[in-house]
């Protein structure tokens, strides 16, 4: 079963590069998300998706943007990336409206230099 | 704005001890709390979800409870192993919308054999 799978796992990026996270769920979820981590804060909302077709912000939706490309896939994108990017992203996805179990997949760890 | 607290940041037991890990949120309107756990350059992993009607859920070792006029929620584990080391991290959903689950920063938890 492989859940939820987030690429690229590691990256480095310098001021300014724009690169895509990318994410993808085979339990047939209609609700995905994306939120970052960083040391004693706990983990912060960027972007929701509450079913196929529509995306909306989270607590920390500046500099990213998003697509849910289809019920399975769910993409963040930095346009611009800046040094305070730097962060632990994870993604996440749940079967229907706050009822079920988030599954969350493993992290993607980015550097902005 | 929902905000959830988790005390104590960071706790040492030795191996075989009974602990209890604390969650504060600051709205009572829930729709349902998680205990998650995160291994280290890992994603969460779900151990209970207590909906806004229950009072309890229990897996094993580990019981949470829900007392959401006050605001809390506990993590009880029996008789702690050192493979139970990890992060534990409580969420609440609103009963509102439901999509914005809000974290809190996580409890650090160190068994020693």
């Known amino acids: 079963n492989a859940g939820v799978t987030q690429t690229p796992k590691f990256q480095v990026l310098k001021t300014g590069q724009s690169m895509t996270l990318q994410c993808a769920q085979d339990m047939n979820h209609n609700s995905m998300y994306w939120y970052r981590q960083d040391p004693g804060m706990g983990l912060r909302l960027i972007y929701y998706?509450?079913?196929?077709?529509?995306?909306d912000k989270g607590e920390v939706p500046n500099g990213y943007n998003v697509s849910r490309l289809n019920k399975r896939e769910f993409s963040l994108r930095l346009e611009s990336a800046a040094p305070s990017q730097t962060s632990v992203y994870f993604c996440?996805?749940?079967?229907?409206?706050?009822?079920?179990?988030?599954?969350f997949g493993e992290g993607s760890w980015l550097t902005v230099v | 704005k929902q905000e959830v607290t988790q005390i104590p940041a960071a706790l040492s037991v030795p191996e075989g001890e009974n602990l209890v890990l604390n969650c504060s949120f600051t709205d009572s309107a829930i729709y349902n709390l998680q205990w998650f756990r995160q291994d280290p350059g890992k994603g969460l992993t779900s151990l209970l979800l207590?909906?806004?009607?229950?009072r309890e859920q229990t897996s094993g070792r580990l019981n949470a409870s829900l007392d959401k006029s006050s605001g809390r929620s506990t993590l009880y584990i029996a008789a702690s192993q050192p493979g139970d080391s990890a992060t534990y991290l409580c969420?609440?959903?609103?009963?509102?919308?439901?999509?914005?689950?809000?974290f809190g920063a996580g409890t650090r938890l160190f068994v020693k054999a």
């Open positions: 998706s509450a079913s196929e077709g529509t995306t």
């Open positions: 969420a609440v959903s609103p009963n509102t919308g439901g999509f914005k689950t809000i």
């Open positions: 207590i909906q806004s009607s229950q």
């Open positions: 996440a996805s749940r079967a229907q409206i706050s009822g079920n179990t988030i599954y």
